[in-house]
């Protein structure tokens, strides 16, 4: 797939996916939250890994997540991050936010387009 | 931001250990994960790391974001420009210690002015609850007057009636009488001003009725000197007069009674409703008898009340008094009694323009110092922000640097403001009188409040001027104001004047404040002085009151009578007269006499047989005063000799010769019998005072007045006060002596409250010319480090050390000159304004307005210090050296 037709992330919805990726795969290292992210996607977000950290950074400073130094698969020292229970809290909060805004756009977009063809 | 967010980053500044390292671990070992990922898939290692690398994106990016992140947004920058600034004060520390020093002296003198001279007349009656409803009559009235006051404006307010400092001799359980300033009150005093008691109770006019014996409220101040804060105070007896009187109650703490600044502060309150026989102010009962104005009338006005419409009603009710059967012909007129002084409201506004116009002018000069000095430092960097700008400084990066600086100089500023505006406070404290309670309520210290707003106003200046050079270099072609440090910049201000427009500005305002001033200081000291018009060296003096000793009125009578012969026989006496009270100082005007029509404000004496005499005055014309002169007083119609000075009769008849004349004193009618050569001068007023004499009745002698009877004694040898006690004891043993004096001794006295005005003044005035000094030598000198490569071309190009000299006096001399002419003229407007509107000032000012001393002296002055703080610099220019300076790019 080229490359400029992957899609751009949102404004604040790396923060989301994160938190989603912590909940559902339990504690994760950076790269591999990113990976995870990626392959979740089926590879068509865009994403500069590093990006990541800054995140990972505002979330902790926010305390939904948790980080802990641990030893990755191949013997090297890396972070681990784990949600709290303030963040999964908050990711429940933020996905039905998240899926109340999709179908409203959807639902604004969908007839437009019906009338267009 | 959330605000744990903003707690996390507050915490990470503050945590010394380093999250990089933590970062960089992190994310080395992500790309070695990811690196792992692409070998496992069989690519080399250098094309897996560079996958792996491209998967990552811009490591820079990636730090950069997570610091945006971890730390307080501004602060990083913020530490910088603080530190550039710090730097850059450290490095020019004369300029640094100028505005310092400009902003404390500044801040120091307007706090002075506010809360030592300004706030002290005008600030609010302590311990009297809504002050602002209270009223004073300007003229005392007879009491029933104020009854039926009292009675007439029930619905508009409620009165009281109290008779200001009242000498009592107050003796505590057996020791020996004091003499205590009091005041006889109506029953209704302490109810109309609201004041509740500390100790026990204050009058009531359901218990203080007419006649009843005696009791005393005394201030907390004389409990706690006299009484030792004796807990047990209430039913304890003092002597008063000879009386026994018991303490019913104590006021609180900061209550000093109505208009303590006009009276004096009273410490013992007596019902005016008591026994007459307690204070001789009381007998030939002044409560029913017409004849006796001595009560002031204070109003508490009720809350819907103007003080418009309640001048209105006290005239309607004065208009139906003056028809009684005395015909005063009295007119009163209501001042607001809500400050220490009351004074009338054209005088309060006087005061308050003067004071604002003096903050103002001190406030003025501060910030065109501060404005000099920064626009010069400004101009001066005007390179250096066109480097910074050219290498990619944003404005508002450059223009917070400049606020971070005008920041920290008003901070140092500030706090030295402060020390300073104590360290002025208790300096000019110390050279008054601590004794004096009002003092201490009128000068409680430097004021926070006057300190803050001098502070902020001076900041805002620092700000405004620290960011205009700034402002003016982001506009400029970046190439030009890097070429050159003295061009560019500099013409722009050049043609704007704007810092030549400061010096004018710091030299009109130096001017105006030391001239005015001057004013003030020369005509306290110049107007109290007193030449009396004879040789004051042989008179001494001393009061006695006999009727406060306890005499009867007829021993009274016959001791005051004998009194000067007795003395008069002592070795080295030559000669002894009576007065009503000690009056070579200090007389004003105040009583209207008239002569056919015309009528004019003199100072009416009352004074013993040969009086004249005794003082060494001359007799001009006519006779001195005998003991056959002297009328019994019980007669009205009696027609009773009167002395008049030279200025009497110039004001009185003119040209006319004087003797023989009749002048009419409300319902007295005096003839003219003497013009003597006698000049008294009233308090801060320079001519001397009309002044009638006439002479003391034998009611008089009776009674005595409020300040007791004044002996004077011409001696050719000092008499010891013991002797003189020895033969007044010998007369009457119960006779007590008080206010021993000699006649120079009291008038130096007289002329120390002129010294105390001057004490208050000058620093003011000292204070501002150093102000003035500080600002006009550091911009000058910062003008001249500026155009030190200009003049070294000049001397390259030939230009004489004089040329240079010169060059730069020349522009600092226009500059000064035009700053002084102007501060001319607005302090000359400013003290003409000022005698329009208020009389005291007139008479204050009037007679020095146009010393020569001053209007020539000050700027004179002014302008010499001038060119010396321009000589310096421009001494130093010359000596430039033209190579170095031409090199220094």
């Known amino acids: ?97 998240w899926q109340r805004l999709t179908t409203v756009i959807g639902r604004v977009l969908a007839p437009a387009e019906g009338g267009e063809s | ?143 029933h007057w104020f009854e039926s006051y009292r009675d007439q404006g029930k619905t508009a307010w409620t009165a009281a009636a109290f008779i200001p400092s009242v000498p009592f001799a107050v003796a505590i359980e057996g020791a020996t009488p004091e003499r205590i300033t009091g005041a006889l009150v109506s029953p209704e005093y302490f109810s109309t001003l609201r004041v509740r008691p500390m100790l026990g109770r204050f009058f009531d006019p359901r218990i203080e009725t007419a006649g009843t014996s005696p009791v005393a409220v005394v201030t907390e101040h004389f409990w706690r000197t006299r009484l030792n804060a004796d807990p047990h105070a209430i039913g304890r007896t003092l002597r ?102 009351p004074l009338p409201k054209a005088a309060r506004v006087a005061l308050a323009t003067f004071y604002g116009v003096l903050v103002f002018t001190i406030l003025g000069l501060t910030c065109a110092n501060l404005g000099g000095l920064l626009l010069a430092r400004g101009a001066a960097r005007g390179r250096e922000f066109a480097i910074r700008l050219s290498i990619g400084a944003g404005r508002a990066r450059l223009v917070r640097q400049l606020l971070t600086e005008s920041a920290i100089l008003a901070a140092a500023g500030g706090l030295a403001g402060f020390v300073a505006a104590n360290a002025i406070s208790s300096l000019v404290l110390r050279t008054q009188s601590a004794s004096n309670p009002l003092i201490e309520i009128m000068n409680p210290g430097p004021d926070l409040g006057a300190v803050l707003f001098a502070f902020a106003i001076s900041a805002v200046a620092a700000a405004g001027f620290g960011l205009l050079p700034a402002l003016a270099v982001t506009r400029l072609d970046l190439m030009d104001a890097m070429k050159a440090n003295f061009t ?86 030559d000669g002894v007269s009576l007065a009503g009270r000690p009056l070579f100082g200090n007389a004003d005007p105040t009583t209207p006499v008239s002569v056919v029509s015309v009528t004019r404000p003199v100072a009416l004496e009352q004074v013993g047989s040969r009086f004249f005499a005794t003082l060494g005055a001359t007799v001009l014309r006519g006779a001195d005063f005998e003991n056959r002169d002297l009328p019994s007083g019980d007669n009205s119609r009696e027609v009773v000799p009167a002395a008049i000075n030279q200025a009497a009769a110039t004001e009185l008849f003119g040209d006319r010769d004087p003797l023989g004349r009749r002048i009419r004193q409300g319902d007295r009618t005096f003839q003219v019998s003497a013009v003597v050569r006698y000049a008294p001068r009233a308090m801060l007023m320079g001519r001397p005072i009309p002044t009638v004499f006439v002479p003391l009745t034998a009611k008089d002698l009776e009674h005595g007045a409020a300040e007791g009877t004044t002996v004077v004694v011409r001696a050719r040898t000092q008499v010891g006060i013991a002797e003189l006690r020895r033969e007044l004891a010998a007369i009457d043993s119960r006779l007590t002596l008080f206010h021993p004096q000699t006649l120079p001794e009291y008038l130096a006295e007289s002329d120390r409250l002129g010294s105390k005005i001057a004490a208050f003044y000058s620093p003011v005035g000292v204070f501002g010319l150093l102000l003035a000094c500080l600002g006009l030598a550091g911009v000058t000198a910062h003008t001249v480090q500026r155009r030190s490569k200009e003049i070294g071309i000049r001397m390259a190009l030939g230009a004489q050390r004089s040329q240079v000299l010169r060059l730069v006096m020349g522009e600092g001399a226009v500059m000064v000159a035009a700053g002084t002419a102007l501060g001319f003229a607005a302090a000359t407007a400013f003290v003409r304004v000022l005698s329009a509107g208020s009389v005291q000032m007139a008479q204050l000012i009037g007679p020095v307005a146009s010393n020569p001393a001053l209007t020539v002296g000050v700027p004179a002055f002014l302008v010499a210090f001038a060119a010396i703080a321009c000589y310096v610099p421009a001494r130093r220019a010359a000596t430039i050296d033209p190579l170095a300076a031409l090199r220094e790019d």
């Open chain 1, 1 to 97: 797939m080229p490359q400029n037709t992957k899609l751009d992330l949102l404004q604040g919805t790396l923060d989301l996916l994160v938190l989603q990726t912590l909940a559902a795969m339990g504690p994760l290292h950076g790269y591999g939250i990113a990976r995870r992210i990626e392959e979740s996607s089926g590879d068509e977000v865009l994403l500069n890994q590093g990006t990541i950290y800054a995140s990972l950074v505002r979330l902790q400073q926010r305390q939904w997540i948790a980080a802990e130094w641990g030893v990755s698969d191949h013997n090297r020292r890396a972070k681990f991050y784990t949600i709290t229970r303030l963040g999964r809290k908050r990711l429940t909060a933020e996905t039905s936010y």
């Open chain 2, 1 to 143: 931001m959330t605000l744990r967010e903003l707690c996390c980053r507050i915490a990470g500044l503050l945590r010394r250990q380093d999250p990089d390292a933590d970062l960089d671990v992190e994310i080395s070992s992500h790309l070695e994960l990811a690196k792992a990922r692409y070998l496992h898939r069989g690519m080399s290692e250098a094309e897996a790391r560079r996958l792996a690398a491209l998967e990552f994106g811009s490591l820079a990016t990636a730090r950069e974001n997570v610091w945006e992140q971890r730390r307080m947004p501004g602060i990083a920058s913020l530490v910088q420009d603080l530190q550039y600034a710090a730097r850059g004060v450290r490095k020019s520390p004369g300029f640094a210690f100028v505005t310092v020093a400009t902003l404390a002296l500044g801040i120091g003198l307007c706090s002075l002015v506010y809360s030592g001279l300004g706030t002290g007349i005008l600030r609010p009656l302590p311990g009297v609850p809504d002050p602002d409803r209270l009223a004073l009559a300007l003229a005392p009235v007879p009491y």
């Open chain 2, 240 to 341: 008063v007069n000879g009386r026994a009187v018991p303490i019913v109650g104590v006021g609180s703490r900061d209550f000093f009674g109505a208009a303590p600044g006009s009276f004096g502060v009273p410490d013992i309150f007596i019902p005016a409703t008591a026994d007459p026989s307690i204070a001789p102010e009381l007998h030939d009962d002044p409560l029913h008898r017409t004849a006796r104005p001595e009560f002031f009338v204070l109003l508490r006005l009720a809350p819907r009340t103007t003080m418009a419409a309640a001048q209105a009603r006290l005239d309607v009710a004065t208009r139906a008094l003056n028809k009684g059967p005395e015909r005063r012909g009295l007119s009163m007129q209501l001042i607001s009694a809500s400050a220490l002084v």
């Open chain 2, 488 to 573: 560019a910049g500099m013409h722009r201000y050049r043609r704007l004047g704007l810092r030549n427009a400061f010096v004018v500005c710091q030299m009109a305002a130096a001017t105006m404040l030391v001239l005015i001033m001057g004013f003030f200081v020369v005509g306290a000291k110049y107007g109290s002085r007193t030449e009396p018009g004879f040789d004051t060296a042989p008179i001494s003096f001393f009061s006695v009151d006999p009727a406060r000793d306890g005499l009867t009125r007829g021993e009274s009578a016959a001791v005051l009578r004998s009194l000067p012969e007795r003395l008069a026989r002592l070795p080295g006496v």
